[in-house]
């Protein structure tokens, strides 16, 4: 949407998308990193709207984006944190959890957080 006016911009929509299903977004560099119900990470042309790549994410509610320190952070479905490579998508690496991921990544001081179903928070290096 156009900040001054309130008029929409561009539209974006995934296969399955249904009334209710809550997306999540993070943007950076010119990008806005959204999931939706198709289970991927969508990486979107802020400006256009046009898709630049998509990375799978399994079954089950992945977390929400971030992206810090030029690189974007997202737990899928199947509890295993990724660190993906901004402008296309390749996997930097991939840590699995050991159970789904309750919460958004924080990235803070050279780590990234994540809290887990079992009450677990977990601290790994980026």
């Known amino acids: 949407m156009d900040a001054a006016s309130g ?3 561009w539209r974006f929509r995934t296969e399955g ?10 943007g950076a560099s010119g990008l806005v990193y959204a999931t939706g119900a198709d289970s991927m990470l969508h990486a979107l042309d802020a400006t256009t709207g046009a898709s630049r790549w998509s990375f799978p ?24 944190l990724h660190a993906l490579d901004p402008a296309t998508g390749t996997v930097r690496r991939s840590f699995p959890t050991g159970g789904p991921i309750e919460t958004r990544p924080v990235v803070a001081g050279g780590f990234v957080y994540v809290g887990g179903s079992n009450g677990d928070i ?4 980026k």
């Open 122 to 125: 977990l601290k790994l290096s």
């Open 7 to 9: 008029t929409e911009l």
């Open 17 to 26: 998308d249904k009334p209710g299903y809550r997306w999540d977004a993070a």
């Open 57 to 80: 994410l399994g079954k089950g509610r992945p977390t929400g984006p971030v992206a810090a320190g030029g690189t974007i952070h997202i737990g899928d479905g199947a509890g295993t």
